[in-house]
């Protein structure tokens, strides 16, 4: 079992910032990739972010230059304890539901937490 929980999201000016933070615990050595996905209303979740266990990352296009996905690990280990999602120069279209999501080496299964809200808005 893997947890995962959300924090840091709040409203926001457009152009502004925010930090989003997954917290992981449980059986963090079978995590193989984590993403930040967002669910817009009526939106489906989409894909955000994604590090792989080797600390590689790709993004959608959407966020590319604006978002930046990162990650602490147990020491020299590839076990996350964190996952970061650094947002800038955030627009009203990023407001959503920002959830985590951890996949399990061989594709078994995967978790994801309860969600943070974003809103972008003056």
């Known amino acids: 079992q893997v947890q995962l929980v959300e924090s840091g999201g709040g409203l926001v000016q457009p152009g502004g910032s925010l930090r989003l933070s997954c917290a992981v615990s449980?059986?963090?050595?079978?995590?193989?990739?984590m993403g930040w996905y967002r669910q817009a209303p009526g939106r489906e979740r989409e894909l955000v972010a994604r590090?792989?266990?080797?600390?590689?990352?790709?993004?959608?296009?959407?966020v590319k230059g604006r978002f930046t996905i990162s990650r602490e690990t147990v020491e020299n280990t590839v076990y996350p304890q964190t996952v970061y999602l650094q947002m800038d120069s955030l627009n009203p279209e990023d407001t959503a539901v920002y959830f985590c999501?951890?996949?399990?080496?061989?594709?078994?299964?995967?978790?994801w937490g309860k969600g943070t809200l974003v809103t972008v808005s003056s």
């Open positions: 590090i792989s266990r080797s600390g590689d990352t790709d993004y959608a296009d959407f």
């Open positions: 449980g059986s963090i050595f079978s995590i193989n990739a």
């Open positions: 999501h951890a996949g399990i080496l061989g594709g078994l299964r995967d978790y």
